[in-house]
Protein backbone atom coordinates (compact mmCIF):
# COMPACT_ATOMS: atom_id res chain seq x y z
CA UNK A 1 0.00 0.00 0.00
CA UNK A 2 1.01 3.52 -1.06
CA UNK A 3 0.50 6.22 1.34
CA UNK A 4 1.09 9.74 -0.73
CA UNK A 5 1.98 12.77 1.67
CA UNK A 6 1.77 16.27 0.10
CA UNK A 7 4.02 18.86 3.07
CA UNK A 8 2.58 22.22 2.29
CA UNK A 9 4.03 24.11 5.58
CA UNK A 10 5.41 23.10 9.02
CA UNK A 11 2.52 22.76 12.01
CA UNK A 12 2.29 25.11 15.16
CA UNK A 13 4.22 23.87 17.89
CA UNK A 14 2.60 21.33 20.53
CA UNK A 15 3.45 20.20 24.08
CA UNK A 16 2.39 16.82 23.74
CA UNK A 17 5.17 14.16 24.10
CA UNK A 18 3.54 12.62 20.71
CA UNK A 19 1.86 16.05 19.34
CA UNK A 20 -2.21 15.89 18.04
CA UNK A 21 -2.97 15.82 14.28
CA UNK A 22 -6.07 18.30 14.21
CA UNK A 23 -5.46 19.72 11.12
CA UNK A 24 -4.45 18.00 7.52
CA UNK A 25 -1.04 19.48 7.66
CA UNK A 26 -0.03 18.17 10.98
CA UNK A 27 -1.35 14.62 9.91
CA UNK A 28 0.41 14.86 6.89
CA UNK A 29 3.68 16.27 8.69
CA UNK A 30 3.27 13.33 11.34
CA UNK A 31 3.39 10.58 8.58
CA UNK A 32 6.38 11.96 7.15
CA UNK A 33 7.95 12.53 10.95
CA UNK A 34 7.23 8.59 10.63
CA UNK A 35 8.72 7.65 7.17
CA UNK A 36 11.50 9.56 7.90
CA UNK A 37 12.89 7.56 10.66
CA UNK A 38 12.02 4.58 9.38
CA UNK A 39 13.97 5.19 6.49
CA UNK A 40 16.57 5.99 8.79
CA UNK A 41 16.38 3.04 10.93
CA UNK A 42 16.31 0.83 7.18
CA UNK A 43 19.15 2.83 5.88
CA UNK A 44 21.23 1.90 9.30
CA UNK A 45 20.56 -1.49 8.71
CA UNK A 46 21.48 -1.44 5.03
CA UNK A 47 17.39 -2.57 4.07
CA UNK A 48 15.41 -1.04 1.41
CA UNK A 49 12.69 1.54 3.06
CA UNK A 50 10.28 -0.16 0.59
CA UNK A 51 10.17 -3.22 2.47
CA UNK A 52 9.02 -2.34 5.42
CA UNK A 53 4.68 -1.01 5.23
CA UNK A 54 3.97 1.22 7.94
CA UNK A 55 0.15 0.26 9.57
CA UNK A 56 -1.12 3.83 11.13
CA UNK A 57 -3.04 2.30 14.33
CA UNK A 58 -6.44 4.79 14.97
CA UNK A 59 -7.20 3.20 18.41
CA UNK A 60 -9.57 5.68 20.19
CA UNK A 61 -8.85 7.95 17.01
CA UNK A 62 -11.91 9.65 16.64
CA UNK A 63 -13.68 10.11 12.97
CA UNK A 64 -12.62 13.45 12.05
CA UNK A 65 -9.01 12.75 12.76
CA UNK A 66 -9.41 9.41 10.91
CA UNK A 67 -11.12 11.77 7.46
CA UNK A 68 -7.55 13.74 7.63
CA UNK A 69 -5.81 10.28 7.93
CA UNK A 70 -7.63 8.80 4.90
CA UNK A 71 -7.32 12.38 2.77
CA UNK A 72 -3.36 11.92 3.72
CA UNK A 73 -3.36 8.55 1.43
CA UNK A 74 -3.90 6.00 4.00
CA UNK A 75 -6.12 3.45 3.28
CA UNK A 76 -5.09 0.71 5.89
CA UNK A 77 -5.67 1.28 9.48
CA UNK A 78 -4.58 -0.88 12.18
CA UNK A 79 -7.36 -1.68 15.66
CA UNK A 80 -7.38 -3.33 18.29
CA UNK A 81 -10.79 -3.82 19.62
CA UNK A 82 -13.56 -5.55 17.45
CA UNK A 83 -16.27 -3.36 18.37
CA UNK A 84 -14.42 -0.31 17.78
CA UNK A 85 -13.67 -1.30 14.54
CA UNK A 86 -16.81 -2.34 13.62
CA UNK A 87 -18.26 0.94 14.38
CA UNK A 88 -15.86 3.13 12.51
CA UNK A 89 -16.90 0.65 9.08
CA UNK A 90 -20.25 1.74 9.69
CA UNK A 91 -19.47 5.00 10.27
CA UNK A 92 -16.95 5.63 7.68
CA UNK A 93 -18.93 3.61 5.23
CA UNK A 94 -18.57 6.11 2.56
CA UNK A 95 -15.18 5.48 2.35
CA UNK A 96 -15.02 2.04 0.34
CA UNK A 97 -11.69 1.69 -0.22
CA UNK A 98 -10.85 2.12 3.36
CA UNK A 99 -9.10 -1.71 4.86
CA UNK A 100 -8.87 -2.77 7.94
CA UNK A 101 -6.44 -4.70 10.33
CA UNK A 102 -7.19 -6.12 13.51
CA UNK A 103 -3.97 -6.24 15.55
CA UNK A 104 -5.54 -7.03 19.23
CA UNK A 105 -6.55 -10.68 21.15
CA UNK A 106 -9.63 -11.81 19.35
CA UNK A 107 -12.42 -13.70 21.37
CA UNK A 108 -14.07 -16.44 19.21
CA UNK A 109 -17.66 -14.53 19.74
CA UNK A 110 -16.53 -12.06 17.85
CA UNK A 111 -14.86 -13.88 14.86
CA UNK A 112 -17.71 -13.79 13.00
CA UNK A 113 -17.76 -9.19 12.75
CA UNK A 114 -14.05 -9.67 12.04
CA UNK A 115 -14.38 -12.67 8.93
CA UNK A 116 -16.64 -9.87 7.35
CA UNK A 117 -14.96 -6.71 7.31
CA UNK A 118 -11.30 -7.12 8.31
CA UNK A 119 -8.34 -7.28 5.67
CA UNK A 120 -6.12 -8.45 7.88
CA UNK A 121 -5.68 -10.42 11.55
CA UNK A 122 -2.85 -9.78 13.16
CA UNK A 123 -3.26 -11.74 16.52
CA UNK A 124 -3.89 -15.28 15.46
CA UNK A 125 -2.61 -17.82 18.87
CA UNK A 126 -5.42 -20.38 19.29
CA UNK A 127 -6.51 -22.86 16.67
CA UNK A 128 -9.78 -22.68 18.02
CA UNK A 129 -9.77 -19.14 16.81
CA UNK A 130 -8.70 -20.16 13.65
CA UNK A 131 -11.39 -22.79 13.35
CA UNK A 132 -13.90 -20.50 14.46
CA UNK A 133 -12.85 -17.85 11.65
CA UNK A 134 -12.35 -20.33 9.17
CA UNK A 135 -15.98 -21.34 9.33
CA UNK A 136 -17.13 -17.67 9.31
CA UNK A 137 -14.90 -16.62 6.25
CA UNK A 138 -16.49 -19.91 4.25
CA UNK A 139 -19.76 -18.55 5.01
CA UNK A 140 -18.85 -15.00 3.75
CA UNK A 141 -17.15 -16.30 0.88
CA UNK A 142 -13.46 -14.52 1.83
CA UNK A 143 -10.23 -15.18 2.73
CA UNK A 144 -8.40 -13.26 5.41
CA UNK A 145 -4.54 -12.77 5.85
CA UNK A 146 -3.20 -13.32 9.00
CA UNK A 147 0.07 -13.23 11.41
CA UNK A 148 0.17 -15.70 14.49
CA UNK A 149 1.27 -14.20 17.12
CA UNK A 150 3.96 -15.01 19.59
CA UNK A 151 5.21 -13.84 22.82
CA UNK A 152 9.01 -13.03 22.17
CA UNK A 153 9.52 -11.19 25.39
CA UNK A 154 8.27 -14.50 27.70
CA UNK A 155 6.01 -12.24 29.72
CA UNK A 156 3.27 -14.56 31.19
CA UNK A 157 0.47 -11.52 31.25
CA UNK A 158 1.35 -11.34 27.66
CA UNK A 159 -0.97 -13.10 24.57
CA UNK A 160 0.36 -15.08 21.53
CA UNK A 161 2.41 -18.33 21.97
CA UNK A 162 5.53 -19.73 23.35
CA UNK A 163 8.04 -19.68 20.57
CA UNK A 164 8.52 -23.37 20.81
CA UNK A 165 4.65 -23.93 20.34
CA UNK A 166 4.97 -22.05 16.90
CA UNK A 167 6.17 -24.68 14.51
CA UNK A 168 2.91 -27.33 15.70
CA UNK A 169 0.94 -24.06 15.59
CA UNK A 170 1.61 -23.20 11.93
CA UNK A 171 1.61 -26.41 10.61
CA UNK A 172 -2.11 -27.00 11.97
CA UNK A 173 -3.29 -24.44 10.10
CA UNK A 174 -2.83 -25.86 6.71
CA UNK A 175 -6.17 -27.43 8.05
CA UNK A 176 -7.82 -23.96 7.20
CA UNK A 177 -8.28 -23.13 3.96
CA UNK A 178 -9.66 -19.45 4.12
CA UNK A 179 -6.18 -18.11 6.10
CA UNK A 180 -3.57 -16.87 4.47
CA UNK A 181 -0.09 -17.32 7.05
CA UNK A 182 1.23 -13.92 6.13
CA UNK A 183 4.61 -13.78 8.43
CA UNK A 184 4.21 -13.93 13.00
CA UNK A 185 3.82 -10.51 14.69
CA UNK A 186 4.88 -9.69 18.48
CA UNK A 187 4.95 -7.18 21.35
CA UNK A 188 8.24 -6.41 22.85
CA UNK A 189 8.76 -5.81 26.31
CA UNK A 190 7.17 -1.96 27.22
CA UNK A 191 10.86 -0.43 28.54
CA UNK A 192 12.85 2.73 27.13
CA UNK A 193 15.71 0.04 27.88
CA UNK A 194 16.80 -0.96 24.24
CA UNK A 195 18.72 -3.65 25.40
CA UNK A 196 15.57 -5.08 26.66
CA UNK A 197 13.74 -4.07 23.95
CA UNK A 198 16.20 -5.22 20.87
CA UNK A 199 16.10 -8.99 21.77
CA UNK A 200 12.18 -9.54 21.46
CA UNK A 201 12.37 -8.57 18.36
CA UNK A 202 15.30 -10.52 17.22
CA UNK A 203 14.15 -13.87 18.92
CA UNK A 204 11.29 -12.96 16.64
CA UNK A 205 13.35 -12.78 13.04
CA UNK A 206 15.81 -16.08 14.39
CA UNK A 207 12.27 -17.86 14.66
CA UNK A 208 10.92 -16.79 11.41
CA UNK A 209 14.11 -17.71 9.66
CA UNK A 210 13.98 -21.17 11.32
CA UNK A 211 10.47 -21.67 10.35
CA UNK A 212 11.05 -21.32 7.38
CA UNK A 213 12.81 -24.00 6.39
CA UNK A 214 10.39 -26.79 7.09
CA UNK A 215 7.23 -24.36 5.97
CA UNK A 216 4.59 -25.99 3.24
CA UNK A 217 4.34 -24.22 0.50
CA UNK A 218 0.64 -22.81 1.23
CA UNK A 219 2.35 -21.07 3.93
CA UNK A 220 4.23 -17.33 3.85
CA UNK A 221 6.44 -16.54 6.30
CA UNK A 222 7.86 -13.26 4.58
CA UNK A 223 6.00 -10.96 7.40
CA UNK A 224 7.21 -9.68 10.53
CA UNK A 225 4.86 -6.98 12.29
CA UNK A 226 6.65 -5.62 15.27
CA UNK A 227 7.15 -2.37 16.68
CA UNK A 228 5.04 0.43 17.49
CA UNK A 229 5.33 4.46 18.19
CA UNK A 230 8.02 3.83 21.02
CA UNK A 231 10.62 1.14 19.61
CA UNK A 232 9.30 0.55 15.82
CA UNK A 233 12.91 1.86 14.82
CA UNK A 234 14.79 -1.11 16.65
CA UNK A 235 12.19 -3.40 14.91
CA UNK A 236 13.07 -2.62 11.66
CA UNK A 237 16.76 -2.68 12.42
CA UNK A 238 16.10 -6.28 13.76
CA UNK A 239 13.61 -6.81 10.89
CA UNK A 240 10.14 -5.81 10.87
CA UNK A 241 8.38 -5.76 7.79
CA UNK A 242 5.11 -4.03 9.37
CA UNK A 243 5.18 -1.19 12.57
CA UNK A 244 2.19 -0.75 13.77
CA UNK A 245 2.45 3.22 14.70
CA UNK A 246 -0.31 4.71 16.48
CA UNK A 247 0.42 8.19 18.68
CA UNK A 248 3.45 9.24 16.80
CA UNK A 249 0.74 9.78 13.74
CA UNK A 250 -2.18 10.18 15.50
CA UNK A 251 -1.00 12.01 18.68
CA UNK A 252 -1.09 11.16 22.14
CA UNK A 253 -3.98 8.48 23.83
CA UNK A 254 -5.24 9.18 27.30
CA UNK A 255 -5.94 5.50 27.64
CA UNK A 256 -2.91 3.77 28.70
CA UNK A 257 -1.30 1.27 26.68
CA UNK A 258 -2.07 -1.51 28.72
CA UNK A 259 -6.11 -1.46 28.01
CA UNK A 260 -5.10 -2.65 24.57
CA UNK A 261 -1.79 -4.86 25.46
CA UNK A 262 -1.68 -6.74 28.60
CA UNK A 263 1.66 -5.84 29.93
CA UNK A 264 2.94 -6.72 33.68
CA UNK A 265 2.67 -4.27 36.13
CA UNK A 266 5.84 -3.29 36.40
CA UNK A 267 5.99 -2.03 32.60
CA UNK A 268 5.92 0.72 30.87
CA UNK A 269 4.38 2.63 27.73
CA UNK A 270 7.27 4.45 26.35
CA UNK A 271 7.05 7.65 24.14
CA UNK A 272 9.69 9.52 22.32
CA UNK A 273 9.70 13.50 22.82
CA UNK A 274 9.07 14.57 19.48
CA UNK A 275 7.47 18.16 18.80
CA UNK A 276 5.99 20.37 16.48
CA UNK A 277 8.89 22.55 14.71
CA UNK A 278 8.51 26.12 14.91
CA UNK A 279 9.67 26.94 11.32
CA UNK A 280 8.17 29.21 8.99
CA UNK A 281 5.80 28.35 6.61
CA UNK A 282 7.35 26.04 3.09
CA UNK A 283 6.94 25.50 -0.11
CA UNK A 284 4.49 22.33 -1.12
CA UNK A 285 7.10 19.52 -1.40
CA UNK A 286 5.47 16.35 -2.36
CA UNK A 287 6.32 13.50 -0.22
CA UNK A 288 5.60 9.57 -0.78
CA UNK A 289 4.79 7.71 2.36
CA UNK A 290 4.69 3.73 1.99
Known amino acids: MTVRCTQRSQPAPDTEPYPKAKTLVQMRYNLDQVRQRMASACARSGRDPGSVRLL ?8 ARIRLAYQAGCRLLGENKVQEALGKTQILSDLPDLQWSVIGHLQTNKAKHVARFATEFQALDSLRLAEVLDRRLQLEGRGLDVFVQVNSSGEDSKYGLPPQDTAAF ?21 SDDSARVRPCFARLRQLRDQLRQDASANV ?8 MSGDY ?25 AYYWPSSDSAQAIATSAKWPTLSPTPAVKKECH
Open 56 to 63: PVSKTVDE
Open 170 to 190: IRALSSYSALRVRGLMTLAIF
Open 220 to 227: ALDELSMG
Open 233 to 257: ELAIEEGATVVRVGQAIFGARHLPD
